[in-house]
C-alpha cells in the first residue's frame, strides 16, 4: 500500500508559475511509477504527466508540454509538477498518482494509489 498526500496548490494570476509537490510514504517509492492527473469541474480526469520509477522517462499531454515538468526524488520519496506559463484552463483539482508495474500510462484506471487532489486556480 502507499498513501500519497499532495501539497502546493493554489491561486495564480495567468502566466504565473506553481510547483505542485506528492509525498509518499509506505512500499519502496522507487518501485512505484508515478504521474499527475487533473480534473475540472464537470469534466473527466485526465492525464497530466508521467515519469518512471527511475525518473529517467516522462511523458506529457500536449496541452501542457512545453509550460509543465514532472519530476521525482526517491530519496524524498517524492514527485513534483512544475508548472510555468499557466492557463485558466489549467485549473482543476491535480492529483498525483501511483502504479506498481511498468510504463508510462496516460489511463486513470491503471493507477493503483491515489492521493486525495490539491486545488490549483489560475485567474485571467
Known amino acids: 500500500q502507499v498513501l500519497l498526500v499532495e501539497s502546493g496548490g493554489g491561486l495564480v494570476q495567468a502566466g504565473g508559475s506553481l510547483r505542485l509537490s506528492c509525498t509518499a510514504s509506505?512500499?519502496?517509492?522507487?518501485?512505484?511509477?508515478m504521474a499527475w492527473f487533473r480534473q475540472a469541474p464537470g469534466k473527466e480526469r485526465e492525464f497530466v504527466a508521467a515519469i518512471t520509477r527511475s525518473g529517467g522517462g516522462t511523458y506529457y499531454a500536449d496541452s501542457v508540454k512545453g509550460r509543465f515538468t514532472i519530476s521525482r526524488d526517491n530519496a524524498k520519496n517524492a514527485v513534483y509538477l512544475q508548472m510555468n506559463s499557466l492557463k485558466p484552463e489549467d485549473t482543476a483539482v491535480y492529483y498525483c498518482?501511483?502504479?506498481?508495474?511498468?510504463?508510462?500510462?496516460?489511463?486513470?484506471?491503471?493507477?493503483?494509489?491515489w492521493g486525495q487532489g490539491t486545488q490549483v486556480t489560475v485567474s485571467s
Open positions: 509506505g512500499r519502496t517509492f522507487s518501485s512505484v511509477a
Open positions: 498518482a501511483g502504479r506498481t508495474a511498468v510504463g508510462l500510462i496516460t489511463n486513470p484506471g491503471r493507477y493503483d494509489y
